[in-house]
């Protein structure tokens, strides 16, 4: 049986260790985890995946979706020139705001401080 090192494993999901957080998480991951494996830390990693202060561009389109865990963007500005799309799946939330900008060429939205803009992916009514 083959076991993958610490560093190997965060090699394999790309991941950057700039961020405390993620490096908590990715300790407490290890510290319950009996085998660890890549695809059980990158959705323990989707859990908490929090965007502050950050400038995100890009040319075109950028898509976030809320799938496996909720996303929070404060403080942060977002710029594509066509489209920015933000979505939240089934028992997930999105949460923008807290002086963030979202910018296409053709359009704005501009959060301030204490303001936010959530979607949440609710569950259907039975």
């Known amino acids: 049986m083959y076991f993958m090192t610490f560093e190997q494993l965060l090699l394999s999901l ?5 961020s405390s957080v993620v490096y908590d998480v ?46 929070s963007i404060s403080d942060s500005y977002i710029f594509a020139s066509k489209s920015i799309i933000m979505e939240s799946s089934l028992g997930t939330q999105f949460t923008f705001g807290n002086n963030s900008v979202s910018q296409t060429e053709k359009s704005s939205i501009e959060a301030g401080h204490g ?12």
């Open 14 to 18: 790309g991941v950057n260790l700039t």
């Open 26 to 71: 990715v300790k407490e991951y290890f510290q319950q985890v009996k085998n660890p494996t890549a695809e059980g830390l990158a959705v323990e990693l989707a859990r908490h995946l929090n965007i502050d202060g950050a400038t995100i561009k890009a040319e075109n389109i950028i898509s976030f979706l809320a799938k496996n865990g909720d996303i």
């Open 115 to 126: 303001t936010q803009i959530t979607g949440s992916g609710l569950s259907p009514v039975h």
